[in-house]
Nanobody
């Protein structure tokens, strides 16, 4: 099992920015690391992923969020700008093993962090 630890969540006002970090232990350089989020009563939603083929974003965050990987630290970051109340959720990072399926589906991820809460108020 590969431990994943998220950090950087908090409570902010609309229009503010936050930067999340996901630290991974173990060998992950060949794998994708993604961010998902889940609000109460809703399904887990794909946010962004760093893949061998590039970076990909969910439609609801494209243009506002940026994902990048620091392989030297085995850490993936998510810069979130122009936050709005619809971004309120628990944010999770997840490890997508090579060949495990589509990276937009949470069903294809084996390892998950515990999540970090992001709350955006008006």
């Amino acid at each position: 099992q590969v431990p994943l630890v998220e950090s950087g969540g908090g409570s902010v006002q609309a229009g503010a920015s936050l930067q999340l970090a996901c630290a991974a232990s173990g060998r992950t350089s060949r794998d994708d690391i993604a961010w998902f989020r889940q609000a109460p009563g809703k399904e887990r939603e794909f946010v962004a992923v760093v893949s061998w083929s590039g970076t990909y974003y969910g439609d609801s965050v494209k243009g506002r969020f940026t994902i990048w990987r620091d392989d030297a630290q085995s850490t993936v970051f998510l810069q979130m700008n122009s936050l709005n109340p619809e971004d309120t959720a628990v944010y999770y990072c997840a490890l997508h093993r090579l060949g495990s399926g589509s990276f937009v589906s949470p069903l294809n991820y084996e390892y998950w962090g515990q999540g970090t809460q992001v709350t955006v108020s008006s």
